[in-house]
């Protein structure tokens, strides 16, 4: 293993970890008081014969742990340890990227978010003709006032399975524009795909419901963690989602690296989500998946059913 490497991982270990002790977490995970109140419990999802546990979306069989871009097309979110942004462009270089790609699949990770842009949708290709990579996308939609296809447009030419408005979107249009995040999610429908609806304040799922848009799940932030980002209450996100039939994906779970993967996992699934995407470096791969492996043969309880 070259010096490199070894530094570059050391370095993320140590700042993880004083980024961990620098505050105080509450890793309690959250009962909604209706379900404190009837005591419900939700019975575990059937395990499968794969390493990695399945759930749907839509005809999609989709695997619990699902890859997130955020580390393949150099976008790092503030203070993450896990991804320091110096790290980020040497560590992702198209054949890293595609060595990434298959050690998902290695680890039974079927499904990734794909970043639509000309560099990745380029090694997605790449990766099914000249790997035979078999994984499945689920296409991040950037849209406007005046634009609602062209990023679908360019995804579908592609092959991907699923698409999601992003969260900077959903979050931009949900309170006053509805009608642009609308035709978006029709003109996916009309493409026979799974659409999803991505947020990073729960107003925008609100709002979604109440104008009935018909999208088939939600993708939303979720952490446990004291001073979550964006202010984030987990409460009202566990509450909201209680309430709710469509599956949800559940993302920036461990803070960002303000706890561990494992305790972000465990929490997630316990509050209610039925899918985790994490954004993870080929060294972090084998562990994340096993510890959802994990949590999945320990059959914790939950108090939402299942809804994927």
């Known amino acids: 293993m070259s010096g490199n490497k070894l530094q570059r991982r050391d370095f993320l270990r140590k700042t993880s970890a004083l980024a961990m002790t620098a505050v105080g977490f509450n890793l309690e995970c959250?009962?909604?008081?209706?379900?404190?109140?009837?005591?419900?419990?939700?019975?575990?999802?059937?395990?499968?014969?794969?390493?990695?546990?399945?759930?749907?979306?839509?005809?999609?069989?989709?695997?619990?742990?699902?890859?997130?871009?955020?580390?393949?097309?150099?976008?790092?979110?503030?203070?993450?340890?896990?991804?320091?942004?110096?790290?980020l462009q040497p560590h992702d270089a198209d054949e890293k990227t595609l060595e990434t790609f298959a050690l998902y699949e290695k680890e039974g990770i079927n499904t990734a978010f794909l970043h639509i842009s000309d560099q990745m949708v380029k090694v997605a290709g790449r990766y099914g003709k000249e790997r035979g990579g078999k994984l499945q996308w689920i296409a991040q939609l950037a849209i406007n006032e005046k634009d609602q296809v062209r990023d679908l447009d360019a995804a579908m030419k592609l092959g991907i399975h699923a698409a999601c408005i992003r969260g900077i979107e959903g979050d931009r249009y949900a309170s006053s524009q509805m009608d642009?995040?609308?035709?978006?999610?029709?003109?996916?429908?009309?493409?026979?795909?799974?659409?999803?609806?991505?947020?990073?304040?729960?107003?925008?799922?609100?709002?979604?419901?109440?104008?009935?848009?018909?999208?088939?799940?939600?993708?939303?932030?979720?952490?446990?963690?004291?001073?979550?980002?964006?202010?984030?209450?987990?409460?009202?996100?566990?509450?909201?989602?209680?309430?709710?039939?469509?599956?949800?994906?559940?993302?920036?779970?461990?803070?960002?690296?303000r706890i561990s993967a494992r305790d972000g996992f465990r929490c997630a699934f316990a509050d209610g989500a039925d899918f985790v995407s994490s954004g993870m470096f080929d060294f972090q791969l084998a562990e994340d998946a096993r510890a959802v492996r994990e949590l999945?043969?320990?059959?914790?309880?939950?108090?939402?059913?299942?809804r994927a």
């Open 296 to 306: 999945f043969a320990g059959r914790a309880e939950r108090m939402r059913p299942w």
């Open 180 to 257: 642009i995040l609308a035709k978006a999610v029709e003109r996916a429908k009309s493409c026979r795909i799974p659409i999803g609806l991505g947020g990073h304040n729960i107003e925008t799922m609100i709002a979604a419901e109440k104008a009935g848009l018909p999208v088939d799940f939600y993708f939303k932030t979720f952490n446990n963690a004291i001073n979550s980002m964006s202010g984030e209450v987990p409460g009202e996100t566990v509450e909201f989602f209680a309430t709710v039939e469509k599956p949800w994906i559940a993302f920036r779970v461990i803070g960002p690296s």
């Open 30 to 87: 959250y009962t909604p008081p209706a379900f404190r109140q009837r005591g419900l419990r939700s019975a575990p999802p059937e395990i499968t014969a794969s390493p990695m546990p399945l759930g749907k979306l839509g005809n999609l069989k989709v695997s619990r742990l699902i890859g997130g871009h955020n580390l393949l097309c150099f976008q790092a979110h503030d203070r993450d340890a896990r991804s320091e942004p110096s790290l």
